[in-house]
């Protein structure tokens, strides 16, 4: 019997329950991956060159016997299989709204050839759509999604072993689509990227275990201080699974281990949403949202644009978005103040903020990403009070109370001791030459943001 293992966010060979799956039924397995046009045109150049980069790395793990395709799945895979004569296809199910929709019609077209697509596995501990409350509706909130998702646990990890099984030689395969290298990586300017692939994943989880997740509680929330694991690409494209990651920390009840534990949730949580409201990737969850008036006129690309460029004039929201560009990647307490200021600040939708961010951010991914700007602008599931809105300047004193955060991505500030510059405008020879003024009031914007939510809410 021959299979696929077909490869999508799963590109790991560790604690792999499809791979394992494919190895007991098959006794040859051909490893492919589609590059499906579809997701790469979002993808933006971080993520798409780190999947690149990721390709190579998984090729080489398999000695080279990972066949590529470029096209729509739906056509390819079937195709692939009748080039193979396979009986199985093998997969990690994919929970996202676009590849349940694929997955259903590859599954429908390889079933007519008497194919069977076969799902083990998501790239979740706990899969979307298992934690349910007694009534079997979907938890809206956190906090209790997080306790019965604890109390249900994960399965081990999985004793996948790519050296016990037989792969095919993707020179061999003839008459199905065909074979392609990996594209050559982006053009990504001044963006430096991690380094990529499954044992880089494991060696960066290695490292914050021993230095990082003591104090991860402690130190995950001041930017300037790198507390922080910086697995979340790893776990995007599932060169890590998070199931591997609370294995090694079963037993660890320490403060560290369990604030991260709690941050593994809050993604299994925003996935789980995404499964039961397919529509919430674009769409606000909170329907009175939709009346929200944004300023979408004249002069709102412009203000767009700078806040882009990192050119608002207040010094944490320039210092976030730069670091985006310069790593594709922000701190967690920088995401949501920048995102903060797009909303409530700029009067900008808040999808404009999250489209730019899955096209910078080499860990964007749709549930996360929609889901936590869905939070910041005040429609999502369990969302912050809209009335709540950060101020730039009071966040930057707190969270970056030496200021190092910022003098580090805006070297125009660089002169500006400690926390002083997070409020240029007060230095004793005003703003420096070349960093511009505050683009806005932030106390007459938070005013107007109030205004517009007092529309929709009937304060
Ligand atoms: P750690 O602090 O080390 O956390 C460990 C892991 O927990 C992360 O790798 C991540 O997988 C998960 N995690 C942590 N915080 C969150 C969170 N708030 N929501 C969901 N999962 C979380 N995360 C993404 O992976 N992709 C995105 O596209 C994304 N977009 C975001 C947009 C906004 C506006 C905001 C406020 C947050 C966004 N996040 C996103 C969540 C969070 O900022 C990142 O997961 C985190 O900064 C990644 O860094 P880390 O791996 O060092 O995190």
């Given at each position: 019997?021959?299979?696929?293992?077909w490869?999508?966010?799963?590109?790991?060979?560790g604690?792999h329950?499809?791979?394992?799956?494919?190895?007991e039924?098959?006794?040859r397995?051909?490893?492919?991956?589609v590059?499906?046009?579809r997701?790469?045109?979002?993808?933006g150049?971080?993520?798409?060159t780190f999947?690149?980069r990721?390709?190579r790395a998984?090729?080489?793990?398999?000695?080279?016997?990972?066949?590529?395709?470029?096209?729509?799945?739906?056509?390819?895979?079937?195709?692939?299989?009748r080039a193979?004569?396979a009986?199985?296809?093998?997969v990690?199910?994919?929970?996202?709204?676009?590849?349940?929709?694929?997955?259903d019609?590859v599954?429908?077209?390889?079933?007519?050839q008497?194919?069977?697509l076969?799902?083990?596995?998501?790239?979740?501990a706990v899969?979307?759509g298992?934690?349910?409350?007694?009534?079997?509706t979907?938890y809206?909130?956190?906090?209790?999604?997080r306790r019965v998702?604890?109390?249900?646990?994960?399965?081990?990890?999985?004793a996948?072993?790519?050296?016990?099984i037989?792969?095919v030689d993707?020179d061999?395969?003839?008459?199905?689509?065909?074979?392609?290298?990996?594209p050559?990586?982006?053009?990504?300017?001044e963006?430096?990227?991690?380094a990529?692939?499954?044992r880089?994943g494991?060696?960066?989880?290695?490292d914050?275990?021993?230095?990082?997740?003591?104090?991860y509680?402690?130190?995950?929330d001041r930017?300037?201080?790198?507390?922080?694991?910086?697995?979340?690409v790893?776990?995007?494209?599932?060169?890590?699974?998070?199931?591997t990651?609370?294995a090694?920390?079963?037993?660890?009840?320490?403060?560290?281990?369990?604030?991260f534990?709690?941050?593994?949730?809050?993604?299994?949580?925003?996935a789980?949403?995404?499964w039961?409201?397919?529509?919430?990737?674009?769409?606000?969850l909170d329907?009175?949202f939709?009346g929200?008036?944004?300023?979408?006129g004249?002069g709102?690309y412009?203000?767009l644009?700078?806040?882009?460029a990192?050119?608002?004039g207040?010094p944490?929201?320039?210092?976030?978005?730069?670091?985006?560009?310069?790593?594709?990647?922000?701190?967690?307490?920088v995401r949501m103040?920048?995102?903060?200021?797009?909303?409530?600040?700029?009067h900008?939708p808040?999808?404009?903020g999250?489209?730019?961010?899955?096209?910078?951010?080499?860990?964007?991914?749709?549930?996360?990403?929609?889901?936590?700007w869905?939070?910041v602008a005040g429609?999502?599931?369990?969302?912050?009070?809209?009335f709540?809105?950060?101020n730039?300047?009071?966040?930057?004193?707190r969270?970056?109370?030496?200021g190092?955060?910022?003098?580090?991505?805006v070297?125009?500030l660089?002169?500006?001791?400690?926390?002083?510059?997070?409020?240029?405008?007060?230095?004793?020879?005003?703003?420096p030459?070349?960093?511009?003024?505050?683009?806005?009031?932030?106390a007459?914007?938070?005013?107007?943001a109030?205004r517009?939510y007092?529309?929709?809410?009937g304060?």
């Open positions: 019997e021959t299979s696929v293992l490869f999508r966010r799963d590109l790991r060979c604690d329950p499809a791979m394992a799956a494919a190895g039924r098959a006794d397995v051909l490893a492919l991956f590059l499906d046009d997701l790469l045109g979002p993808a150049a971080p993520r798409r999947l690149f990721c390709l998984l090729s080489e793990q398999l000695d080279g016997r990972l066949l590529i395709v470029r096209g729509d799945p739906v056509e390819a895979v079937p195709s692939v299989a193979v004569s009986s199985t296809v093998h990690t199910t994919d929970t996202g709204p676009y590849g349940r929709r694929r997955d019609a599954c429908r077209l390889l079933a007519d008497g194919v069977e076969i799902g083990t596995g998501t790239p979740y899969s979307p298992r934690v349910r409350k007694p009534d079997g979907p809206r909130v956190f906090t209790p999604f998702w604890g109390d249900h646990g994960w399965r081990q990890p999985s996948s072993d790519p050296a016990e037989a792969w993707p061999a395969v003839r008459g199905g689509p065909a074979s392609v290298p990996v050559a990586d982006d053009d990504l300017g963006t430096r990227l991690p990529a692939g499954e880089a494991l060696d960066r989880w290695a914050f275990r021993t230095d990082g997740l003591a104090e509680d402690r130190k995950r930017p300037a201080l790198d507390g922080t694991s910086r697995l979340s790893y776990l995007h494209w599932g060169c890590l699974h998070p199931r990651l609370l090694d920390l079963a037993g660890d009840q320490g403060e560290g281990a369990n604030a534990r709690r941050e593994l949730a809050w993604r299994d949580f925003l789980d949403v995404l039961h409201r397919p529509e919430s990737a674009r769409r606000n329907r009175r939709d929200m008036t944004h300023d979408t004249a709102a412009e203000r644009a700078r806040w882009q990192g050119q608002t207040f944490f929201v320039d210092a976030g978005m730069r670091q985006l560009a310069r790593e594709g990647w922000m701190h967690n307490r103040i920048v995102a903060s200021f797009l909303v409530k600040d700029l900008l808040w999808w404009w999250a489209r730019h961010f899955m096209s910078a951010l080499v860990d964007g991914d749709l549930a996360s990403n929609q889901h936590n869905q939070w429609s999502g599931t369990d969302a912050a009070p809209y709540r809105v950060f730039p300047v009071t966040q930057g004193r969270f970056d109370p030496d190092d955060y910022v003098r580090r991505y070297p125009e660089r002169t500006i001791e400690g926390k002083a510059v997070h409020e240029p405008w007060k230095a004793k020879d005003g703003v030459e070349d960093y511009p003024e505050p683009m806005v009031d932030h007459e914007e938070r005013q107007e109030l517009r007092g529309e929709i809410s304060r």
